[in-house]
């Protein structure tokens, strides 16, 4: 039944927008954080590659993380004459991790999650009401 298959297709954006959330959470985690030298590197923001891809079980067209890329833009720059990670200048690197984007991210992420729940609902009573219908 087609219905089956418009929830395994909901569930798994659910799943994708789930493990984008999880990478959200990783970078806001880490957007504070610094090398321990002037030559390391702080973390670098990850974001995440959807694809689709063929369930030839089920024969659907579903979506998955495809792979989690690291974002190139340049680090941010803060001032801090006495950190162990400071260059001869008094700067420390900062990851390119913006908490408003990621925060963005995180909403927009969130309502996909919530509108895949929605697809799944609907089905869910539809399948409901065929199942009574068949009984009267």
Do not use: C, W
């Not at 959200?24 to 670098?44: Q, V």
């Not at 990851?95 to 919530?114: C, F, G, H, K, L």
């Amino acid at each position: 039944m087609n219905i089956f298959k418009t929830m395994m297709i909901a569930a798994s954006g659910m799943t994708a927008q789930s493990e984008r959330m999880r990478i959200i959470a990783e970078n806001l985690a880490n957007s504070d954080s610094t090398a321990d030298t002037p030559e390391g590197s702080p973390y670098r923001r990850r974001v995440p590659v959807f694809a689709e891809e063929l369930d030839r079980a089920q024969g659907l067209e579903v979506v998955k993380l495809k792979r989690t890329v690291t974002d190139k833009s340049q680090f941010g720059r803060r001032f801090d004459p006495g950190h162990p990670a400071a260059d001869a200048a008094g700067y420390v690197r900062t990851p390119n991790v913006n908490p408003i984007i990621e925060t963005m991210d995180m909403r927009d992420a969130q309502r996909s999650y919530e509108a895949g729940l929605g697809v799944i609902n609907a089905a869910r009573s539809m399948l409901s009401r065929t199942i009574d219908l068949l009984r009267g």
